[in-house]
């Protein structure tokens, strides 16, 4: 068959697919209603007068991710007419768009259309059903809260072919990108996802391991398991038998997946709704934990039970209806019936998969669960009149019961995140069944100074090295009941910058590893769903607990020896103490770490004129400068980011130093590391860029606003050479890229145009 016409016919072949894809979705949409979507608050969207026309937005911000076919079908084009519209912007012909990319980077989409497309089209660019994203929206990681609990007000994009302005603009930000970024622009660089290549097969010198149920437990999450339901389609495998090789050789011997136990197990007589593709869950839950067994590596199940449900549900339930939140209600854990079900539903679920190691629980987090989840037991007739210490205990017991009656080793592990608004919690601990382990967030409560502002650190830091006061007296009282003391740590990133997969921090990882050693901990959980990534700063971890007496230095050493060789080890400790020493300045503090631009760094855009919208949890930053800072003044906070940023650049000249004594063995893997350290450092200063630009703007300072569009610039450029070359900067599990290469050439383009106007 003629080349061409095989071309012809795949590529009707898919224009088929994206159309009945979209015929599913429609008609999903008339079943169910977009209007059933949150929509929130619903302002109007922002404009991006940079590009010729929203249209152009569209077919520049999707170009990486999804198929032209698919872009045209939405805007009512064609495929020639999108290609057409990319070239003339300068954009390099598309290239296959990475695979499982609805599941696996469907957040990314989401993010990159919310103020471009309304939910009619939206849907069918993230090739979802209403109800598909609705419950994504709700259940992953607070999808909806990242993206500021609103959906902005966005009207249809339709083709309409440019005119001469539009094709006068789109000729300059060809010319733009072609004089900015040169051929770089058409190199197909390394495609997202392709980190994925590393872990699909296993090391040669991995090896066959026991799990033991006495050994201190050091248990994390994947670097890149999708976090909502991972367990439905066992395409996406959370941990592939490379992962598990690599993380057994860095002394890890559990991992953990969210799970939702209304998916996991059958609801029984009371609620029958209850269970739905649990079967499907359930085979693929047992097949990951005999692979992971091999690996001598536990399977631990996040249960945050029982979750609340709509309105609708208490209809023929009114005695079980709980307190409110929205449009939902706790299911009231007084009622028998609810406490039953978690227990049986647990027993249901480690009979089914034997191997499980355990559960984590947490009883008090964003999602309502329990009465008093969000210590508002008062608000129901039924709890009112019980303390929260004891609902709280009662949940914990009924899921120690339940796990235990078909697994009487498996561990429970009780969180005490959120307990009392994050304070003491004595009277919850001494109400704990026996039998458990608490855990506790290492750092919280921990006193910190910083610029000359005094705050303490609640969780998610790197940079404050704990253990902190809360979680010692707490593991204190376990202790003294019997029960073991686990330690919550962020040892690879946290929210401090979640972007690049580890931080080479490596003195501050050591030092709050030694004082955990000390203090008598039975485990570690080494992450949430930030900071799974094999990397030195785990090993540092191994070395350190398994090796009785080390020092922070000594096993430094050890580290640095291993990981680049004898001769470049000096100059790479030389380096870890200066990224320790400068990050130790990062202006730490909760709103700090969801609310600035850390995590997308230069991929946030500057806005020449105010936007008015609230920046949102790791979700958009905006150019909200108030909710940036926290506690400390604008100045004090670009101070302390120019700080980090400056130290930083030092440590990385010494870094550089070792490629020289470097052994060729070692060479590729210190090179990799240098460029994860160049992202991480490109972050902080852009952080600080972005922050003077706001201040100048605010101010009228045209020179302060050129200076940070010019250095915004550069930090752009600098950053796409990165990304480009490696897929794993701008990932994190539960967020999927915060950008892509071609958002900072965007972010080029929008500074030019503003640099153009500045002034005027």
């Known amino acids: ?297 536990k399977v631990f199940l996040y249960i945050n039970e029982p979750r609340s449900m709509p309105s609708s549900f208490f209809a023929s339930r009114p005695d079980m209806e709980g307190v409110k939140d929205g449009d939902y209600r706790s299911m009231c854990t007084s009622d028998p019936k609810v406490l039953r079900w978690v227990r049986d539903a647990l027993t249901h679920v480690f009979r089914e998969a034997p191997d499980l190691g355990g559960v984590f629980t947490i009883t008090a987090s964003e999602n309502m669960t329990n009465c008093a989840s969000h210590g508002r037991q008062k608000e129901c007739p039924r709890c009112s009149k019980r303390t929260a210490a004891s609902i709280i205990a009662e949940v914990n017991t009924a899921i120690r019961d339940g796990v235990r009656q078909s697994a009487p080793k498996a561990r429970v592990i009780c969180y005490d995140w959120g307990w009392n608004g994050h304070g003491d919690a004595p009277e919850t601990i001494t109400a704990l069944p026996g039998g458990v382990d608490l855990m506790s967030v290492s750092e919280w409560a921990l006193p910190l100074t910083r610029g000359g502002v005094n705050t303490t650190v609640g969780e998610y830091s790197v940079s404050a090295v704990g253990p902190g006061p809360r979680a010692m007296r707490h593991w204190k009282l376990a202790k003294e009941r019997g029960l073991g003391a686990i330690a919550k740590v962020q040892l690879n990133n946290s929210w401090e910058l979640s972007a690049v997969p580890w931080l080479p921090v490596e003195d501050l ?67 870890w103490t200066g990224f320790s020493n400068a990050f130790a300045e990062f202006p730490y503090h909760g709103q700090v770490l969801y609310n600035a631009p850390q995590q997308v760094g230069p991929a946030n855009l500057l806005h020449a004129k105010p936007t008015g919208y609230s920046a949102t949890m790791v979700g958009f930053p905006y150019d909200d400068l108030k909710s940036w800072c926290g506690p400390y003044s604008a100045k004090v906070w670009i101070q302390q980011f120019e700080k980090v940023s400056t130290g930083w650049e030092v440590a990385m000249t010494q870094l550089r130093t070792a490629l020289d004594k470097c052994a060729f063995a070692n060479l590729k893997i210190l090179e990799s590391d240098i460029g994860l350290a160049e992202a991480a450092g490109i972050h902080f200063a852009s952080c600080a860029n972005q922050a003077s630009f706001v201040t100048a703007r605010d101010n009228n300072d045209i020179t302060g606003m050129t200076k940070a569009v010019d250095d915004e610039c550069e930090l752009a450029k600098r950053l796409y050479r990165l990304t480009k070359a490696d897929s794993r900067i701008g990932f994190e599990a539960s967020n999927h890229y915060y950008y892509l290469p071609l958002d900072l050439v965007e972010k080029v383009i929008s500074c030019r145009w503003i640099a153009d106007r500045s002034g005027n």
């Not at 016409?5 to 159309?19: E, G």
């Not at 799990?211 to 339901?229: K, Q």
């Not at 080494?526 to 700063?537: A, D, K, R, T, V």
Request: net charge neutral.
């Open 509 to 575: 990882v050591a030092e709050h590893c030694v004082n955990l050693a000390k203090a008598g901990v039975d485990g570690m959980m080494l992450s949430w769903s930030l900071g799974g990534y094999p990397s030195p700063n785990l090993q540092l971890a191994q070395l350190i607990a398994d090796t009785p007496d080390i020092t922070a230095d000594e096993a430094l050493d050890r580290v640095a020896r291993s990981r680049y060789g004898s001769d470049a080890a000096a100059a790479v400790r030389v380096a």
């Open 1 to 297: 068959m003629n080349g061409n016409i095989k071309m012809f016919i795949l590529q009707l072949c898919t224009l088929l697919q994206i159309l009945i894809g979209a015929l599913v979705i429609i008609t999903g949409a008339l079943c169910y209603g977009v209007t059933d979507l949150p929509v929130g608050a619903a302002p109007p969207a922002i404009a991006d007068p940079h590009f010729p026309s929203r249209l152009h937005a569209v077919v520049w911000r999707n170009w990486e991710l999804v198929p032209k076919e698919r872009i045209a079908s939405i805007v009512k084009a064609t495929p020639k007419q999108v290609s057409d519209i990319a070239t003339s912007m300068g954009l390099p012909p598309q290239q296959s768009v990475p695979l499982n990319i609805k599941e696996r980077g469907y957040i990314s989409i989401v993010r990159r259309n919310w103020h471009l497309l309304p939910y009619d089209q939206l849907l069918t660019m993230v090739d979802m059903t209403p109800e598909e994203l609705a419950v994504r929206l709700r259940e992953d990681d607070f999808l909806f809260i990242k993206l500021g609990n609103l959906k902005p007000k966005c009207d249809p994009v339709t083709y309409i072919e440019p005119g001469p302005t539009e094709l006068k603009r789109a000729a300059q930000i060809r010319d733009l990108v072609q004089k900015e970024f040169g051929a770089t622009i058409s190199e197909p660089g390394e495609s997202r996802f392709a980190f994925l290549k590393e872990f699909a097969k296993v090391p040669p010198t991995s090896k066959a391991a026991t799990c033991s149920t006495t050994e201190s437990l050091r248990f994390i999450y994947s670097y890149f398991a999708p976090f909502g339901d991972p367990l439905l389609n066992a395409d996406l495998d959370p941990y592939p038998s490379g992962l598990l090789a690599q993380l057994q050789e860095q002394g890890v011997n559990g991992v953990w997946l969210h799970a939702v136990l209304r998916d996991l197990a059958p609801g029984g007589v009371d609620f029958p709704e209850f269970g739905k593709d649990s079967e499907i869950r359930i085979r693929n839950l047992r097949l990951l934990t005999q692979r992971c067994a091999q690996y001598g590596i």
